[in-house]
């Protein structure tokens, strides 16, 4: 059973930064990409940003240059490092696994808060 566990969420000040962390169990990992998702209160979920099995990354055009991903196969964790805060990403972060040949399953995390005070 897949399982997916964010943590490093919380209430930071504008111009801030934080890492939320997203570490997974009951999967190979290695042959998945990841992703990064938020849910900001009355909107649609979105992609902040995505990092492939082999480490290519993508980003939201609104976090390019504040937010970086990242992954650590050994332990199976992706992070995403998030700097230049603003109170626009408010928002509750999902952690997504995406499904591959071996699981096609996508699967999510429960969230984690993330809000940023002006």
């Known amino acids: 059973q897949v399982q997916l566990v964010e943590s490093g969420g919380g209430l930071v000040q504008a111009g801030g930064s934080l890492r939320l962390s997203c570490a997974a169990s009951?999967?190979?990992?290695?042959?998945?990409?990841m992703g990064w998702y938020r849910q900001a209160p009355g909107k649609q979920r979105e992609l902040v940003a995505a990092?492939?099995?082999?480490?290519?990354?993508n980003y939201a055009d609104s976090v390019k240059g504040r937010f970086t991903i990242s992954r650590d196969n050994a332990k199976k964790t992706v992070y995403l490092y998030m700097t230049s805060l603003k109170p626009e990403d408010t928002a509750v972060y999902y952690c997504k696994l995406s499904g591959s040949y071996v699981d096609t399953n996508d699967y999510w995390g429960q969230g984690t808060q993330v809000t940023v005070s002006s």
């Open positions: 990092i492939t099995s082999g480490g290519n990354t």
């Open positions: 009951g999967s190979i990992f290695s042959i998945n990409a």
